[in-house]
């Protein structure tokens, strides 16, 4: 398993962000051929106190490293890509990853 | 859902973290009650390229908010900050995460 992982900081406005990353991103994203699950994740603090310097966190799930990187070179991935700089890029931190125990 | 996500920057000697981590911190970490499913990732890079900051993310899901807390309240949920705190206190970034659909 593979995974890209999409971490955003804070951003300025809550609402706008929610209302594009929900209503325009996430469906661009889950059009992307390959992908298995997606994981959205709010982040509500920190057990040490304090909301952090993360707001939100996506994992897109692939069947392996290769599936993953083919995707990113779809249409459908460079969609997804672009719309994300575009409307965070000042904000997304993006990681592959891969399963440990693999 | 919710989770507690560890990431971790890339240590300064990777043997020394990975015989810890997977030794003796996971079987602590599996002990705290409540613990439904734990995802380790070793984190390989960046799709633009280079190793980035971070090396390693675990996420420990409950079934609840609450869960969370109260198992970080137990002895072996004490136990498991106690020694990331150790071994790794200048690597980790904690935070506490809600399924974005809930």
Redesign the interface.
Known sequence: MA???ALYKHPENKEAFDKHY?ETHVPLTEKIPGLRKM??????????GGK???Y??CEMYYDS?EALQSA?RTDEGKAS?KDAMKFAGDLI?????????E
Chains 1, 2 share one sequence.
Request: charged share 20%; glycine share 12%.
């Open positions: 995974k890209l992982i929900f994981e959205v994740t709010r982040i509500i603090g920190s057990p040490m952090g310097k993360y939100l966190m490293l990113m890509g931190t993006l990681m592959i990853g891969e399963a440990a125990d």
